[in-house]
């Protein structure tokens, strides 16, 4: 098999994108207008949600979450330490306190035991993580926020409606994915995806959030708080403002600016309609590896069982008895064969940002023990199944 080049994971972008891309330059609209409005109605419906509201990231939907639920200085977040900065940077953002809990032995979901008791009076949120596109065990988080109940008091009134300590999914990688019979955005309290580029679907940047309905809390209301975050605290977005006679405004707060815009949102509106089509290319690629794999010494992330299913986002493996510098040395050799990998993720606690803190990587074991042996593939929808195969075989020389 000669050398291919295997880039790790380019966008998945049509003539039919670039085609509603170039109608909204066209439209005369370009910023935060009809399309973005369009896209938020069609991811809610996705996610069989009775709202969504799509800004700049993933990241900007995770902060501006947290300050809708009024946390900062003197509450407590907590959040996995084995995931990307921005599970946690959200949580130093806001003021609150970062409180990182170690995974499960050889699982990439929190370790729950330690959830349940890292919960204090100061507990705000849960940040869960959605690691690869499988999601969380939500009923066991659910029912940890309930039996810590009698500690938890409310510091504003969507919390107090809330009832529970907020669980605010990171599933920037997990949209599509289900489990028991219910899809990710209709689950958590708050639910929080990215629509970046290496993302399943993507809008070059950009992300969405969706909610559950709240008892007692008119979700327009909870829409037009968000539009507050995210545009200055202004009154009025620009295309209210468009209608004739009404360019009167005011400022309710100094807030902020992470908007999305109508050319992000064209993109999404054609990489959703054919999301299913994607996820389902996905699959095949993960059934490939799933073959290709038989019979060497790793464990792989498990994208699909008896009760979920996964968005496949990642194709992760571990090498059973390798280090990080065996590892490593593969990824080198794998990528002058040109395979591009990754490794996902360094533990926060390793990060100087999180050192800075505090926190110390030898007191999140299993954390670390994924780490040390992890190696990424590629898996994203150019990928052909000539390429995958070239993956594996790549791989396995090495291994």
Known sequence: MKNMQIPFSPPDITEEEIAEVVDTLRSGWITTGPK???????????????????????????????????????????????TYTASASVIAHVGAKIVLVDTQKDSYEMDYTQL???????????????????MCDYDKIFDIVEKKRSLFYASNEIQEKIGHVAVVADAAHA??????????????????????????LTTAEGGAV????????????????????????QSKDALAKTKQGAWEYDVLDTYFKCNMTDIMAAIGLVQLRRYSSLMKRR?????????????????????????????GHLYLVRLKGRNRQECNEIIIKMAEDGVATNV??????????????????????????????EITFPLHTKLTNEEAEYVIATFRKYV
């Open 283 to 311: 699959k095949e690629i993960i059934q490939i590896y799933e073959k290709g794999l038989e019979n060497l010494p790793v464990n792989t992330l498990k994208h699909y069982g008896e009760n979920y299913s996964s968005s």
């Open 175 to 200: 949209l599509g994915a289900g489990r028991n019979g219910k899809l990710c955005g209709e689950i958590a309290d708050f639910t929080c995806f990215s629509f970046h580029a290496v993302k399943n």
């Open 344 to 373: 996902h993720y360094k533990p926060l606690p390793l990060l100087s940002a999180y050192k800075n803190r505090g926190f110390d990587v030898l007191d999140y074991p299993n954390s670390y023990a994924l780490y040390e042996n």
């Open 116 to 134: 349940e008791k890292a919960i204090t009076e100061k507990t705000k949120a849960i940040i869960p993580v959605d690691l690869g596109g499988v």
């Open 36 to 82: 973005t409005k369009e896209f938020e109605r069609e991811i809610a419906k996705f996610c069989h949600a009775s709202r969504a509201v799509c800004l700049n990231s993933a990241t900007a939907c995770s902060e501006m979450t947290l300050r809708l639920l009024g946390i900062g200085p003197g509450d407590e977040v907590i959040t996995s330490a084995y």
């Open 210 to 233: 969706v909610w559950k309905d709240i008892q007692g809390i008119d979700n327009e209301e909870l829409y037009k708080k968000y539009m507050l975050l995210s545009l200055h605290g």
